[in-house]
């Protein structure tokens, strides 16, 4: 166990943040009132979201062990264990999932109108999915977490969805459940090997060749389908669409990390061997992802669905950075992370803050509104600038590290990036351009309140922190890029010398 290092805090921290929301969730049903609901709702993802504020502040960033770690025996005939830490990999996902929380909720203040005690709880047991996934270091523990997003994540689109929220819930429900299947066949395949199923102790074991092959495999259709990385991306802006505001900020902030954060934790460190021989492959799917998500996206009418398929294109950049195998690549993709669950978890706020003044999401009928509200498109354009990696925003930071990394590695691989970025470009600059001046705007139309503006200067803020001083986030990431990349070089050697 001297990868863990134990609870600096004194007290179960992440315990505490997985089961705050979820206490608070089962609460939800004893109040009688819908507002009341919301207000504890909202009190109970701020507490939680400022109880996970320590873990950054007394996070040491000179060692790659797991920190603020629990350890205790679960299932001990299985060797099951209920192990929790996070590490510089894991750490800033986890500040992530508890920020948005609070977000999405005061973005449901009015927009969802009935079963209000439902989607909350959705909500909450959403968020403690999330930090759960992040903070698991048992492979059974993360998995359990890993499907436990599933089923609310289902019923925010199926109940509180568009038009076609059936087809939409049923085809996201279908793709990650498969992806799942593929997942647990990995995990047994594993312990079958092995003997355990702690994560850290997984990559210390040496596996043949052929072994990793196959498990690389089933483990990487499982992330693919979450990230998603084309051609298993389809169920995606069909998700989007119907999904309410909320549904569609988590699905892009932090159900599509769980697909590259598996990347980072299980293939790499575990497989390093077949995560090299498979790279070239993810390159290029990465690359058509990129073009392919930026060039669909170019010719979208409706506002989600344009975000949507730009999200396909910018985690192909975080899967391109992640196989690099590079500290510039690979510190770019997990910063990338971050910065698109800041970013287009914002911009679909935008586009659920317009839906709910002219209940539709079509650019035309939405454009030409910046004299009608101006704050709005304020946000809206910086919010844009950072999705196209304009400079001084946060995504210009990550992107410009895997594109460093990209060419260090493959200029030719580093030159098919390039028409990405400009397609990215065209696509939020037609997309600004139509909504600020496409045309004279409905005059019915008022500019955001308190509420709106509230929830959305705390990803304002990040966009331009990041932006500017990426230091303190990249800080944090260092050892564990590092010591994750002598993992892979380790592990491959040996793999080779026998």
């Not at 199923?197 to 040496?206: A, Q, V």
């Not at 089933?218 to 802006?237: R, S």
């Not at 460093?404 to 493959?410: C, K, L, P, S, V």
């Amino acid at each position: 166990m001297d990868f863990l290092i134990l609870n600096q805090l004194g007290y179960p921290v992440l315990s505490t943040l997985i089961f705050l929301p979820l206490a608070g969730a089962v609460v939800l049903f004893l109040l009688r009132n819908e507002t009341t609901a919301k207000v504890w709702s909202l009190i109970i993802s701020i507490v939680t979201f400022a109880l996970s504020l320590p873990l950054y502040f007394n996070f040491d960033i000179t060692t790659y062990k797991y920190q603020f770690a629990e350890h205790i025996p679960w299932i001990p005939g299985f060797k099951i264990n209920y192990t929790l830490g996070v590490d510089g990999i894991s750490l800033l996902l986890v500040l992530l999932s508890t920020l948005l929380t609070p977000i999405c909720i005061l973005a449901s203040w009015k927009y969802i109108e009935k079963r209000v005690k439902e989607f909350l709880f959705c909500l909450l047991l959403i968020e403690t999915a999330c930090v759960g996934v992040f903070s698991a270091l048992d492979f059974v523990l993360f998995y359990i977490f890993f499907e436990a997003m599933l089923v609310p994540m289902y019923l925010l689109i199926a109940v509180w969805g568009g038009p076609a929220k059936v087809y939409a819930s049923i085809k996201f429900f279908i793709y990650t459940m498969a992806g799942s299947v593929f997942l647990m066949v990995a995990m047994i395949a594993l312990y079958l090997n092995t003997g355990t199923f702690s994560i850290p102790e997984l990559m210390t074991h040496t596996y043949s060749f052929n072994f990793q092959f196959w498990v690389f495999l089933a483990m990487g259709i499982a992330f693919a389908i979450k990230v998603p990385m084309a051609p298993l991306h389809t169920w995606l802006p069909a998700a989007h669409v119907e999904a309410p505001t909320a549904g569609s900020v988590i699905l892009a902030s932090v159900l599509l990390k769980m697909g590259t954060y598996g990347f980072v934790r299980f293939c790499l460190p575990i497989l390093p061997q077949a995560s090299i021989y498979f790279a070239p492959y993810v390159f290029w799917i990465s690359i058509i992802s990129i073009l392919y998500g930026g060039y669909v996206a170019l010719g979208q009418s409706d506002m989600k669905r344009l975000i949507a398929y730009s999200s396909v294109a910018h985690m192909g950049f975080v899967t391109l950075g992640t196989f690099l195998f590079n500290k510039s690549g690979l510190e770019g993709a997990m910063l990338q992370m971050i910065n698109h669950g800041v970013t287009t978890g914002a911009l679909f706020l935008c586009v659920g803050i317009i839906y709910e003044r002219s209940h539709s999401r079509l650019i035309s009928i939405n454009s030409g509104i910046s004299k009608i509200m101006p704050v709005y498109i304020g946000f809206l354009g910086l919010f844009s600038l950072s999705s196209m990696a304009f400079p001084g925003t946060n995504s210009f930071v990550g992107e410009l590290l895997v594109l460093i990394g990209t060419f260090a590695d493959n200029k030719l691989i580093g030159a098919l990036t390039i028409p990405g970025v400009v397609l990215a470009a065209a696509y939020m600059l037609r997309l600004l351009q139509k909504i600020a001046w496409g045309g004279q705007g409905n005059p019915s139309f008022k500019d955001m309140n308190l509420r709106e503006i509230v929830y959305l200067v705390p990803l304002a803020i990040f966009v331009l922190w990041i932006g500017f001083s990426p230091g303190p986030f990249l800080d944090v990431m260092h050892a564990s890029v590092d010591h994750l990349i002598q993992q892979v070089q380790a592990g491959s050697a040996l793999a080779l010398v026998k």
